[in-house]
């Protein structure tokens, strides 16, 4: 497989946060080298990662030979130190607006591993658990930085500011409430302009008084619709399968789902990053499982035409969520709602607990600095049909091809 094949099925291409041309990505990469600082990091995450580099000689292994196996042409960092360093920068980094898809980048961290990523050695260090750990430090202390005001300089009206015409149009921004009379018309930082609010009327609940009337818990695009699905399967495979004991993170709720639906959806960065209950309910369970981010499925790595054949397996490997919300209506049973963390995107914030009640449309929570990917766990028993169109054929190159789902849009009817 080529580089540019690869890299357009990495999940920033997909979503839209990466310049969609690689040459976009080499530039935006060439202007970052000049910005990469000297001396010594001053982000205490950044510092924590570089001592865990020091006492795990594996970790290090892997880490230097994901930069020493990034061809020379493509590399911004060429040892540890200055990875280290590139870190500290991006902690400190808003990411401006570009009219251009093909030049656009809202993902630094994504952009600074997107060549180590496609490595032998890179596909090995994301998928170890204390450098997850440590990169997740790194993210958080980003995603401080991105609800101050300090970021906020980025929500302006300039061509490369996220307010400009353009934006305006791109991002649907007369769907959600803001005040441009205000200073940055009312959003206080770059954070707080990616959980905008949609206006009610943008987002009306369908069939509110009808409880068979299964809705969409957000914005996005179809992926797949999965049936029978097992307790246990090889997720790392081709073809989607999902797992629930994993994928569920062995909750004791998994065995009801045995058999029944998974329905995923992909949500890019234009999508509404909120997201909201399918049906009424009781909050059985709302947790945060802490995962992986930066990795993938290796074993699609050599179809050219696999763009999102790791959608399943980040629903199994991933940082996501999981609300369980049960409905007094036996046939529907139990919904399991997985906000799924990709990359960047693994800062995700749970607005619900165990014991709340919920009418359907309700808020559930959101994702920070983006969109990701759903998916919603049936019972065997809870669909009669689905309402949506057949997504495409698994694989698909393009992940926003699927039928569009708006959220608190009716997606299925219960039997």
Known sequence: MSLDQRYRRLFGARAGYLPRDRAGLDAWLHHFRGRIPQGEPRSPAVGRLAA?????????????EMIRQVPPENQVVTNTRQLLLALDEITRTAPAYNPDPSKRNAFPMSSLFAYMMMTTAGEAAFRVRAFN???????????????????AWVLNEGEDGWLSPFAYQDMKLWEFELDRSLP??????????????????????????????????????????????????????????????????????????VGGYVFQSFLSGANYHRWHAPIDGVVREARIVEGLMFSDAESAGFDPNAGILSEGYDATVNTRALVFIESERPEVGMVCVVPIGITEISSITLGVKPGDRLKKGDELGYFSYGGSSMAIVFQKSAIDHFTTPTPPPLPVVDPTSGPALQVNAAIAVSR
């Open 133 to 151: 750990d440590a990169l997740r430090g790194i993210l958080r202390e980003w995603c401080a930085y991105l609800d101050s005001r300090e970021s």
């Open 184 to 257: 940055h018309w009312g959003f206080s930082s770059y954070n707080d302009y990616f959980h905008r609010q949609s206006l009610a009327s943008a987002r009306p609940v369908v069939s509110p008084d009808d409880p068979t009337v299964i809705v969409s818990p957000n914005d996005g695009n179809l992926v797949t619709i999965a049936r029978g699905v097992r307790v246990q399967d090889e997720f790392w495979l081709k073809g989607e399968p999902f797992s629930l004991i994993d994928m569920l993170h062995h909750s004791a709720h998994t065995p009801r789902f």
């Open 52 to 64: 865990l580099l020091e006492v795990d000689p594996i970790l290090r292994m892997y880490v230097s």
